[in-house]
Structures are given as structure tokens and as C-alpha cells.
């Protein structure tokens, strides 16, 4: 159960992938190449495609074109039982009417493998539930629920597993626990796992490769950090964390970095950072990695500074302070400031001038639809 | 303080008045059973237990009960076959004309038995088919078509059908997924309907009067017959076995449920 | 239990992207049984029709021809001759019905509001309030009609009292088939009077009362408009059966000669006389009367909640 090699995975490849329902597009040209062993993570808000995209996968809805490859093998037109993906569903879809240890076995039996049982009680050794195998699914709490699925999906060693917002009707804590084990288990097993989530924590944490999604389409693809360091859209730049953004048209430019006037400021980012470089482009920079000086500092060319403002509003959050900074012609901007015990001393109505490092800025390839704000 | 407890027990006497009043002739039925009547049944003659010990003696009760049996068996299977189909597609398929096909079914529930009953019979007289056993069937059929698509509907409805996909995604053919997961699953819904539809095909006169209850003589037509010279005691053993069966079968659902629900809540 | 379901609202559950090939195994599903339906039931509804169009001859008093035609003169029959029968019919249906509600809703009220909380008492009351289903609809109106019959004790006492005169009795009256009719369809009025009161939100009752309702007023106000749909179907439910019922109005039973209904004259016009074109008609127009009847409530309700 524990080698790699008798439990890896396939790669599985969508080409061309199109889903219309009556009266919307739920998935619109999907391209996406997902290589054999990793934790992907499919990431967007509630109607983005991405359920429908897991459907499609699993063979329960039919694309209305494209492709799905798993393996280098045409699977589009294969039945759902006739797939080699298993899903751990959202409410789980545990059967009410079997043991724990007949539903974990229920697959084994459906593909007639020898041992069904014994493979079963295996299975639920792996997720530390052998003890309530001959329980009714009804009778276990969620976190419990949710890791007899997962036995249930696993024990058939799929290519590739597919996991529909399988923390969602746990609490918090029990979550980030779960997390932890099915990264863990991911790692052990050393499967394909396809994930699908709206919570952008969940996919950072647990992923080697998040897609984020929006509105039938993927925006934006890579690891967790090089999305969060440099997000391309502005919905990737606003869903995955907090941005501040600053729109204008870009009138300087030297070897290395291209500016943008907003109203009278200069805000300057590497061309290596940006994905547009002429015309009226967004520039952003992350909250916690802007500071904020109650007099106006002296930078150097590495540096953007804008201002003066005043903080209209400060919230305490614990690890952090999350400072209001109202910037006249500009807007609202959020600075995050660590609580590590010489946090500035302000309060509200404070004058502020605002900097960040011109290398922590990124170029938007398209425009918010409001300009400034976390 | 005195007066408002006195408001409060109105209901519950009210409720105990309501409940002597729906039971008193169950127990009038039950205890004429054990009349030592030799004629009629009308009058209390002393207790016996030769009715219930010789139920199938005299009268010819028992061969209208073995009638009725056999009719209320073939119509359930039919109908509860015939309505389960009907309650799956309404709850899980999207198809045109749904609208009409509710009122299709709902009709039936909502026509008047003896309208039912002598449109039946204006139709097999039109056909030229004699009445007997085969027409009491089809009636029967049709009546209890509509009640058991509403009971099994009530139970289609509360099946997620992510049971099913789970069970498609395990590598079960549409063939297993419907035998291993969707019947069981739906199995309490459609016992509730074959017993809804058999007490409805066991205790209809109206509609088997008009289409064959010349020919052939089920327990209420043995009734309705005996009714203008007085009906045997034997009649009230059927009866109140009847009752207690089904009352019996009705308890042992009920408390066997809420306790696997107490026992569930303590689990947890 | 079936009659429930007329309180219920439908599913709750997505349906999912039905495609074309949903669609087909739909119509696989449906087709057996609304086939028979169709043969069966609305048919049978063309035969009457066909049927109370034509007319007979006596080729001898026991052995009638039957003839088709277009022969309005039996519908004619029905302002006329059968008047008192169709006044009979909605009249005690509709002061039957309104006895079931009176008598119903405040025991569907104690069951589904008082008893709250206690699901397994909730239960068993309930199955004692459909129980007369569960003995010979046609044994428990015999119950009745021995109990109130002429030599019976109540007779005799009420007699005695003075309540009744020494040659009046109970049964054959009005009042004794419209007591049949009443108590024979409680149930149904009753279970969708529970239903709708069993969800009924106490919060709701109050927050009533909070905001300065009398009981009365809270009664009125808020409980009475929230179950209206369970009202609406329970009348629905007793009324047309009631309307149509034959049994308790029989001579052998609850009725005499003076109480007679639609349904008594459907029966023996078809049994006893073979008149078929009449027995015919008067179906029809019965079921033409309660047609309007559900036309109407489909119209305040629609036809996905009918089932």
C-alpha cells in the first residue's frame, strides 16, 4: 500500500475542453496538462467551472467538445465506470445502507478483486478508522465521514483521484487538521490528486500547482508562491490574498523598469514584473509588503512613495495590524504591519506617506474594474 | 393561575373526546366479533369465540377475503411497479409536458370513485369485455397507480444523487448502480406504497361493485351484499384481524425508527 | 401517507443538467404507466361521455338495447328529475366538510403544534387518527348505523329525553349520513392539516404575541393564514369523495329513500336498471362539477404541487 511505485499516477490532459448548459457556458475552451503525481488544485468561487470541470473528468457530465486524455489514453467518451478516477464527493455520498467497511469495499467488488474485505480494512488502517468498520456511515462525525471517503476512493489505487471541496462541511480547525493528513497521504500514496476549492488557504497549502479559475476560464497557473508573488489579473490579484492596485498610463521607462502617473505620483515596476508595458496598465503591490512613515522619508530609485495620506482606520487582528490609509486622488490603501512589538505607535487621523520596494510591484495584463483598494 | 391550567387542559380533552369518537366504531366492530349471533349481528347475544375459531365455517367470508387477496396482490406488483418507474423520472429526469403528466396523475386521486368506477365499466361495455377478476384488476391498478407515485416520489426526492454518481464512479454499470444502490435506497418508500396500494385494493367497494362485483365477490362486496339481511360476525373477524395487522405492521415501523433515531443521537 | 403529499411543496433537489438522452429514458420510465392511465382512466372518462349521449329501448323490461346517439334530453334529466339528488350530493358534501375542518384542525393542532417535541407520541397519534383506514370502510359505517339504529340505546335514551319524538329516529336522516360522511374522511382532513401545522415555525407564533397579539388574534392572524394550504387541500381532499360517495347515504346503511345521493342514483340506474345513458350523465356532470373544482385550485397552487 505504501509503494509509490505499484500506486502512481497518470497524467491527465484536457484539450480543446468546452461544457455548454442551456443558456450559459459553464466551461469555455479548456486547456490544462496535469503531470502524473502531483497535488493540483483547481481554485475559484462558487459557478467559476470548477465542479463542472471535475465532472467532466470523472465522466459524469458529458463536454459538449474537446478532449480529456488520461495517461496519453482518449478517455472522453469512456463511461464513469469505466474510469480509472475515483472522486471523494462533497457530502461525501457515503451509501446509507452499507457498513463503513462495505462501502469502502464497494468498488473492489464491482472490478471483482480478490480480497475485497481485507483490502477494505487496509484502506481504513491507512485513514485510522479501522475501528469503526462495521459502523453505518450516519453514525460517524463529518471529519470521520470525510476520511472514509477517502479510503473508499483510494482503495481502488485510481491513476488519478478527484477531490470536490472535500473540507468544505468541516469547521475550521478539523480542516486545516484534514489538510495536513491529506497532504500526507498524497505524499505516502504518491498519486494524482486533482483538488477543487474555493478556500485560496487550502489550495496554497496543500498544492503543488493551483489553477485559479474564473468565470468558465483558467486565469492563471503555477505554484502557490509564484501566484501569490505575482499575480497576472487583476481577479487572481484580488481572489488569492489582498492587493492594492494603481491604474495609469505608463510615461517613463529606462532599461529595466517602466513607470506609471497616478495623479502626480510615480509608481514604478520591473519589466520583468509586467505583463504590459505601453499604454494604461495596473500596477500592484501586496499590503504587508507596503510601509507606511508618519514623515515623509528620503528613497532611493529602488523605492515607490506616495503620499501623504491619513489612516482612517486601524484594525488589530492578533498577528497583524491592518491599517486604512485614505491617499487624496488616489484612494484607500491597506498596509499590513507585523505585531513584533515596534509597530509604529499611530492612530487614526494620522499623517502618512506610503512605500514599497519597486521590485515587490506587479503588472496587471487588464485592468480592475475599480481602481484602488485591497 | 388556576384558571389558566384549566385553559390548558381544553385541547388535550378535547383530543381524547376526538379520539373516542374516530375509535368508537373500530371498537364496536371489534366487539360485535365475539357476538354469539346466530342470525344477525345487530344485537349483543352473549360473548363467544367460535367466530374467530370458525372464521372460515360458514358464510363464505373467507373465500371473499382469499378473493380480495389475490386481487389486492397482482394490482399491487403492478402498480407499485408501474408507479415507482413514473416517480423516478418525475423527480430525476427534466423531460416536456411535466406539467400535464402531474395532472395527469393527480386527477385520478382527485375523481370520484363511482365517476371512476361506472366510466370503467361504460368502457369495458363499449370494448365487450365481460367483467370479472380481469376487470376488477385493471381498476384496481389504475387507483393505486397514483398513490404509490406520490409515496414513492416522497422518498425519490430525499435521495442524493451524488449515492449514485459515487456508485457510477466506483465502477458499478448502470444495471449495479440501480440494484445495489438506487432500489435499496428507495426500498422503505416503495414497501410504504405496495402496503398504501393493497389496503386501498383490499378495502375498495365503490369501483369493484361497477366493474366485476357481480361475478366476483370480494370481502366489502360479501359486505355490501350482507348488508340488506344482516352481515355475519365472521365479517367483524376479518375486519378487526385487519386492523390489528395493520396497526401491528404500522407501530413496529414507527418504533423501530425513532429508535434508531434516539440510538443514533447518542452515538454522536 | 399519500394525502400528505397535497400539503407538500415539491423537491427540494436540483435537477442536473438534464441532457436529450435524460429526456429519453424519462419517457422509457413514464410510458407504461401513463399509457395505462390513458386507457384506463381517461378513456373510460370519453367512454361515459360516448355512453350519456346515447340511449336505450326496452326490447323487454329485463333485457334493454342499448343504442349510440346524441341525446342531450339525459343531461336534460339532471335540472329536473335528478335536481334534488345534485343538491343532496353538494350539500351534505360541503356541511360534511366543514364538520371534518371543525373537528380536525384543533386535534391536528394539538398533535403538530402542542405535542411538538415529542415525535414518537406525534406518531402514534397520528396513526390513531388514520386507523378507522385501517378497518372496512363499509364495517365501520355498519358500526355507525347499529349504533344510532331505531332499537339502539342512544335512540332510546335521547327518546326518553324527549330530544327525539317517540316515531323520530336517527337513522335514514340527513343528519345521519352526513355524520357518515363526516366521520368516514376525518382522516383526510385531518393528515394534511397536520403536515402543514407539524412544520408550522413556533417562532413565528411568538414573535406574534410578542408584538402584542391576543392568543385570539395570533390565532387569526398567524396560525390560521400559515396552515391555509393544508386547509386548502384537506377541504379538497373530503369534499370530492364525499360528493361522490354512495355508501353512507344507502338504504342499508346510513340513508333512506329521502337521502338519497348522485352516487345512489349512479348505482342503481347502472346495477339495478341498466340505464346506462343516464348513470352516464349524471357521472359526467359530477365529474365536470369537480373538474372546476381542481381547475380552480391548480390555478391558486399549480400543477407541480399537486403531487
Not at chain 2, 373465500?63 to 389475490?70: D, N, R
Not at chain 2, 451524488?162 to 448502470?174: M, S, T
Request: aromatic share 10%.
Amino acid at each position: 500500500m505504501n509503494q509509490n511505485s505499484t500506486f502512481s499516477g497518470a497524467d491527465l490532459e484536457l484539450i480543446d475542453v468546452r461544457k455548454e448548459f442551456p443558456g450559459f457556458t459553464a466551461l469555455e475552451d479548456m486547456d490544462l496538462k496535469i503531470p502524473a503525481g502531483q497535488f493540483f488544485a483547481l481554485l475559484g468561487p462558487s459557478g467559476c467551472g470548477k465542479t463542472t470541470t471535475l465532472r467532466l473528468i470523472a465522466g459524469l457530465d458529458e463536454p459538449t467538445k474537446g478532449k480529456i486524455l488520461l495517461g496519453g489514453k482518449d478517455i472522453t467518451n469512456t463511461k464513469p465506470h469505466e474510469r480509472p478516477i475515483n472522486t471523494v464527493f462533497q457530502s461525501y455520498a457515503l451509501f446509507p445502507h452499507m457498513s463503513v467497511l462495505e462501502n469502502v469495499a464497494f468498488g473492489l467488488r464491482q472490478r471483482k478483486v480478490a480480497d475485497p474485505l481485507a483490502k477494505a480494512a487496509d484502506a481504513l488502517k491507512l485513514v485510522q478508522l479501522e475501528h469503526l468498520s462495521a459502523r453505518r456511515p450516519q453514525q460517524l462525525s463529518g471529519g470521520q465521514q470525510q476520511r472514509v471517503a477517502l479510503a473508499r476512493a483510494l482503495v481502488n489505487r485510481p491513476s488519478l483521484l478527484l477531490l470536490d471541496e472535500p473540507l468544505g462541511a468541516l469547521d475550521l480547525k478539523l480542516r486545516r487538521e484534514m489538510q495536513i493528513e491529506l497532504k500526507a497521504i498524497q505524499v505516502e500514496v504518491g498519486l494524482t490528486f486533482l483538488h477543487v476549492t474555493h478556500d485560496q488557504e487550502e489550495a496554497m497549502d496543500m498544492a503543488d500547482t493551483v489553477a485559479v479559475m474564473n468565470k468558465g476560464r483558467i486565469e492563471q497557473m503555477g505554484a502557490p508562491e509564484a501566484l501569490y508573488d505575482r499575480p497576472k489579473t487583476a481577479f487572481v490579484a484580488k481572489f488569492l490574498g489582498q492587493s492594492n492596485l494603481f491604474i495609469g498610463n505608463v510615461e517613463d521607462e529606462n532599461a529595466n523598469t517602466i513607470s506609471i502617473n497616478v495623479a502626480g505620483n510615480k509608481i514604478s515596476v520591473p519589466k520583468a514584473r509586467a505583463e504590459k508595458h505601453k499604454g494604461k496598465i495596473a500596477i500592484g503591490v501586496r499590503p504587508e509588503k507596503a510601509f507606511f512613515h508618519e514623515e515623509e522619508p528620503k528613497l532611493g530609485a529602488g523605492y515607490n512613495l506616495i503620499g501623504p495620506g491619513e489612516i482612517i482606520d486601524i484594525r488589530f487582528t492578533g498577528v497583524s495590524n491592518q491599517y486604512l490609509i485614505d491617499i487624496p486622488k488616489i484612494g484607500e490603501i491597506t498596509v499590513f504591519a507585523q505585531n513584533i512589538g515596534k509597530s509604529p505607535v499611530t492612530q487614526v487621523g494620522q499623517k502618512v506617506w506610503v512605500s514599497w520596494k519597486v521590485e515587490h510591484s506587479f503588472g496587471l495584463s487588464d485592468l480592475p474594474e475599480k481602481t484602488t483598494g485591497a | 393561575m388556576k384558571a389558566f391550567d384549566f385553559k390548558k387542559l381544553i385541547l388535550p380533552f378535547y383530543a381524547v373526546i376526538a379520539f373516542v369518537f374516530l375509535l368508537l366504531p373500530i371498537a364496536y366492530t371489534v366487539a360485535f366479533s365475539f357476538n354469539d349471533s346466530t342470525k344477525s349481528n345487530a344485537q349483543w347475544q352473549g360473548f363467544t369465540l367460535n367466530n374467530w375459531l370458525q372464521v372460515c365455517v360458514r358464510q363464505g367470508v373467507c373465500e371473499a377475503v382469499g378473493s380480495s387477496i389475490l386481487i389486492g396482490v397482482i394490482s399491487t406488483l403492478i402498480a407499485t411497479v408501474l408507479g415507482t418507474m413514473i416517480a423516478i423520472a418525475l423527480v430525476r429526469y427534466k423531460f416536456k409536458a411535466r406539467e400535464a403528466v402531474s395532472l395527469g396523475l393527480f386527477l385520478p386521486m382527485a375523481t370520484p370513485e363511482v365517476v371512476m368506477g361506472s366510466g370503467l365499466a361504460a368502457e369495458f361495455f363499449n370494448l365487450g369485455i365481460g367483467q370479472g377478476y380481469l376487470t376488477i384488476i385493471i381498476a384496481h391498478v389504475m387507483f393505486c397507480l397514483s398513490f404509490v407515485v406520490v409515496t414513492v416520489k416522497a422518498r425519490v426526492q430525499t435521495l442524493d444523487p451524488a449515492l449514485e454518481e459515487a456508485g457510477r464512479d466506483l465502477y458499478a454499470n448502470p444495471r449495479r448502480v440501480f440494484m445495489k444502490i438506487t432500489l435499496p435506497l428507495l426500498m422503505p418508500g416503495i414497501a410504504a406504497a405496495a402496503l398504501l396500494s393493497f389496503a386501498l385494493s383490499f378495502d375498495d367497494f365503490i369501483i369493484t361493485y361497477f366493474n366485476g362485483g357481480q361475478t366476483v365477490t370480494t370481502f366489502p362486496i360479501f359486505i355490501y351484499a350482507a348488508a340488506t339481511r344482516g352481515v355475519p360476525a365472521e365479517a367483524n373477524v376479518i375486519g378487526s384481524a385487519v386492523f390489528f395487522l395493520a396497526i401491528a405492521i404500522v407501530l413496529f415501523v414507527q418504533i423501530r425508527s425513532s429508535l434508531r433515531n434516539t440510538r443514533l443521537a447518542k452515538l454522536k | 401517507m399519500a394525502f400528505g403529499a397535497f400539503a407538500h411543496s415539491t423537491s427540494d433537489i436540483k435537477h442536473k443538467n438534464a441532457s436529450q438522452k435524460t429526456g429519453k429514458i424519462a419517457w422509457i420510465l413514464l410510458a407504461p404507466g401513463l399509457a395505462y392511465l390513458a386507457l384506463f382512466f381517461l378513456a373510460p372518462l370519453f367512454s361515459l361521455i360516448a355512453v350519456s349521449l346515447g340511449s336505450i329501448e326496452a326490447v323487454s323490461l329485463a333485457n334493454q338495447g342499448f343504442r349510440y346517439g346524441f341525446n342531450i334530453q339525459n343531461f336534460a334529466q339532471l335540472g329536473t328529475d335528478y335536481l334534488p339528488h345534485v343538491i343532496r350530493s353538494f350539500s351534505y358534501a360541503l356541511i360534511a366538510t366543514a364538520a371534518a375542518l371543525l373537528i380536525s384542525y384543533p386535534l391536528a393542532y394539538f398533535i403538530g403544534v402542542k405535542l411538538r417535541g415529542r415525535p414518537l407520541l406525534q406518531r402514534m397519534l397520528v396513526t390513531l387518527v388514520i386507523a378507522p383506514f385501517f378497518i372496512s370502510f363499509l364495517l365501520r359505517t355498519l358500526a355507525w348505523s347499529q349504533i344510532f339504529s331505531n332499537e339502539s340505546w342512544i335512540v332510546h335514551e335521547l327518546q326518553t329525553l324527549g330530544l327525539l319524538a317517540p316515531d323520530q329516529y336517527i337513522i335514514g336522516t340527513p343528519f345521519a349520513v352526513v355524520f357518515g360522511l363526516t366521520y368516514n374522511f376525518i382522516p383526510f382532513m385531518t393528515l394534511p392539516l397536520y403536515t402543514t401545522l407539524e412544520k408550522l415555525d413556533i417562532r413565528y407564533l411568538e414573535a406574534g404575541a410578542d408584538l402584542y397579539a391576543s392568543p385570539r388574534k395570533v390565532f387569526t392572524k398567524v396560525t390560521l393564514p400559515l396552515s391555509m394550504p393544508g386547509v386548502i387541500s384537506g377541504t379538497l381532499l373530503t369534499f370530492i369523495p364525499m360528493a361522490g360517495d354512495y355508501v353512507n347515504a344507502s338504504k342499508n346503511f346510513l340513508g333512506s329513500a329521502h337521502t338519497q345521493m348522485l352516487g345512489n342514483v349512479i348505482e342503481s340506474k347502472y346495477i339495478s336498471e341498466h340505464n346506462m345513458p343516464i348513470a352516464s350523465a349524471l357521472s359526467v356532470a359530477l365529474m365536470a362539477v369537480i373538474l372546476i373544482i381542481v381547475g380552480v385550485y391548480v390555478k391558486r397552487t399549480g400543477s407541480e404541487d399537486l403531487l
